[in-house]
C-alpha cells in the first residue's frame, strides 16, 4: 500500500501487486547462544538486556507450501526500554540464493506498508527481483512486529474494516467528520483491547531494531536491504540508528523523513493526481477514449462519477455495494503500476454503467480483502505504525485552513487527503516519533530511487532525501507507477543490481 502515513494510501504501497497463500506458523525459537562471530551477534553498547536477542539461532525449516525455501521464527522484545520483559515473535523466510557458489550474503527486503508482508515478499522474490540478484544473495523477508505471521495486531472484524475502507474520504458536514473520526478511535480502541500493549509498540523505530537482531541472527556483520515504499523509510530509520552496521542499502519509492504530516499529504495529493492525469493521457493518445478528447475532460469526468457514487452507491459484489471509500480505492490501486491500466479502464467503464463490482475488487485488492474476510491486517498495522510515527497531525482548524492548497494540488482527490491529515488526532495511542531529518553519518554509500511520474512516493521525496543522507546516491527512473527497480527500466535494473551484487557505487546521479 502506501503513505500519508495517514490517509492509507501506502497501505498496499510497493509492491503489493502479487498474491501469495500464507503458510503454516513455524514454531518458536529459543534464545540459545548461537556460533555467530563476535562482531555480527554483539548487542549495541549499553543494551546488556539485550545480548541474549542477538545471540539467538534461526531454526530454519522446510516452509510448509514450499519446500525449498526456508522458514524460522526470530524472537525481538515487545518494548526495548524493558528487555527483559515480554517478547514477540517474527515470522522470517529465506529463499537460498540460487548460486551457492557464488553466494554474497544475505539481502533483507520489505514492500513497504507499514503493515505489508514482508515474508510474502520473499517468497515471489523470483518474480520481484531479477535472476543477477536471485542467485546471488539469500533474499530474507520478514513480517514486521504486528504483521500477519508475526504475533499479529488484533483490532477489528470484517464489518468493522469494511465500514472503514467503505468510508467517505472528505465528509461534507462537522458532524460526518466527527462520526468519521470516532470510527477511526473505535478501531483504536479495538487494537488496545484485543492486543494490549502490543499496539503501544509498532512504531518503525521498534521495527528497525528488530531488523538489527535480524542482521546478527543471519550471522551478517552488516545489514544488505532493499526497502520499497514504506521499506525506504524504515531502511533510512535503521541506517540512521545504525550507521556502522549498513552494508548496500537500496532505498526505492523514497520517503522523506523529514517533511510534516501536512506537507506529507499535499505532496502525495499531487502525486496521484499526476499519476492520474498520465492514465488519461494514455487514453486519449490512444483515440476514442471513453473519458473524454482531453485530459481535463478526462479527469472532470472521473470526479464527476465520484460524486455520483457519493451520493449514491452503486451495486457491487457479493452484497456489497460500491461506496465512496472504494470507488477511490479502486481507482488509486492500478496508479501504481501501468500494467494495471486496461483494468482501470474495464472498471471505470463498468463503473459508468452503473456495474460497481470490479471497482469494488480493485479496492478489495488494494486493502487485502477477499471474498470471505480479511486475508491481512495491513489496514490495523498500518494505523498503528504510522499514528506512533507522526506525533505532528494538524487540527481541524489547520485541515480546513489548507483546503485549498489541497483542491489546487489535486482537483480529484485534495479534499479526501486534506481531511485524513488529522485521522492520528483521533487514535487512541500516543505518538512516539515526530517527522525530522536523518543523515545517518558514517554509513557507506545508499542507493535512492524515484520515479517522475510515482503516485504514492514523489520523486520530490527521494531528492529531499538524498539531501539528508550523508551518502545518499540518487537514481532518478523517468516513467510511470510506483517504485522504479524491476519496473521495465534496464538502467535501474543494471544500477540496482552491480551496486547490489558487485558494490559498483555509480559516481554521479544517475538518471534513466
Not at 493521457?281 to 478528447?293: I, Q, T
Not at 520523486?459 to 510511470?480: E, H, Y
Request: hydrophobic letters at 35%; a positive charge; aromatic letters at 8%.
Amino acid at each position: 500500500m502506501a503513505v500519508l502515513f495517514v490517509v492509507l494510501v501506502l497501505a498496499l504501497a510497493g509492491c503489493g501487486l502479487f498474491s501469495s497463500k500464507q503458510a503454516a506458523p513455524q514454531p518458536s525459537p529459543t534464545l540459545s547462544p548461537s556460533p555467530l562471530p563476535t562482531e555480527a551477534a554483539a548487542a549495541p553498547s549499553g543494551s546488556p538486556g539485550l545480548a541474549r536477542y542477538y545471540r539467538q539461532t534461526l531454526d530454519w525449516k522446510p516452509c510448509a507450501d514450499n519446500a525449498h525455501n526456508r522458514c524460522a521464527r526470530l524472537r525481538v522484545p515487545l518494548d526495548y526500554a524493558r528487555p527483559k520483559g515480554r517478547s514477540l515473535s517474527l515470522a522470517v523466510l529465506k529463499v537460498p540464493a540460487g548460486s551457492p557458489s557464488h553466494r554474497v550474503g544475505s539481502l533483507v527486503i520489505n514492500p513497504g506498508g507499514p503493515g505489508e508482508s514482508g515474508y510474502d515478499y520473499a517468497s515471489y522474490s523470483s518474480a520481484a527481483f531479477g535472476s543477477e540478484i536471485t542467485q546471488a544473495f539469500d533474499v530474507v523477508g520478514f513480517d514486521p512486529r504486528g504483521v500477519q505471521r508475526s504475533d499479529p495486531l488484533k483490532c477489528a472484524g470484517t464489518a468493522q474494516l469494511d465500514a472503514y475502507a467503505a468510508a467517505d474520504p472528505d465528509p461534507a458536514t462537522a458532524a460526518a467528520r466527527r462520526q468519521a473520526l470516532a470510527q477511526t478511535r473505535r478501531l483504536g480502541e479495538g487494537c488496545l483491547r484485543e492486543s494490549g500493549d502490543l499496539a503501544r509498540h509498532m512504531s518503525t523505530e521498534e521495527s528497525a531494531r528488530d531488523m538489527d537482531i535480524l542482521r546478527a541472527a543471519l550471522g551478517e556483520q552488516r545489514l544488505t536491504y532493499f526497502g520499497a515504499s514504506y521499506g525506504t523509510y524504515l531502511g533510512t530509520v535503521y541506517a540512521n540508528l545504525f550507521p556502522h552496521r549498513v552494508g548496500r542499502m537500496v532505498l526505492d519509492g523514497a520517503i522523506d523523513p523529514a517533511t510534516s504530516t501536512q506537507q506529507t499529504g499535499l505532496v502525495q495529493a499531487h502525486g496521484f493526481e499526476v499519476a492520474l492525469r498520465s492514465y488519461v493521457k494514455a487514453c486519449v493518445d490512444r483515440g476514442s477514449c471513453f473519458l473524454g478528447s482531453s485530459v481535463d475532460q478526462g479527469t472532470r469526468r472521473i470526479r464527476a462519477f465520484l460524486d455520483s457514487v457519493q451520493k449514491k452507491p452503486l451495486p457491487g459484489s457479493g452484497g456489497r455495494p460500491l461506496r465512496i471509500g472504494n470507488a477511490v480505492y479502486g481507482i488509486w490501486y492500478p496508479l501504481y503500476s501501468r500494467t494495471l491500466w486496461g483494468t482501470l479502464d474495464t472498471a471505470l467503464q463498468a463503473g459508468f454503467g452503473g456495474n460497481g463490482g470490479p471497482l469494488l475488487a480493485l479496492s478489495d485488492a488494494y486493502v487485502n480483502r477477499g471474498p470471505h474476510g480479511y486475508t491481512a491486517n495491513s489496514t490495523e498495522a498500518y494505523l498503528a505504525t504510522s499514528c506512533l510515527d507522526r506525533g505532528d497531525a494538524p487540527t481541524a482548524a489547520q485541515v480546513q485552513r489548507d483546503e485549498s492548497k489541497f483542491v489546487k494540488a489535486s482537483p480529484t482527490f485534495g479534499r479526501g487527503f486534506d481531511f485524513a491529515d488529522q485521522a492520528c488526532r483521533a487514535w487512541p495511542v500516543r505518538p512516539t516519533n515526530r517527522p525530522h531529518a536523518m543523515h545517518a553519518q558514517g554509513a557507506p554509500p545508499i542507493l535512492v530511487i524515484g520515479t517522475t511520474r510515482d503516485p504514492a512516493t514523489p520523486l520530490v521525496w527521494a531528492r529531499a532525501l538524498v539531501r539528508q543522507l550523508d551518502s545518499g546516491v540518487l537514481v532518478t527512473r523517468n516513467g510511470d507507477g510506483h517504485t522504479g527497480y524491476h519496473a521495465g527500466n534496464s538502467c535501474v535494473d543494471g544500477t540496482v543490481e552491480s551496486y547490489l551484487v558487485s558494490d559498483k557505487v555509480p559516481s554521479a546521479p544517475v538518471h534513466c
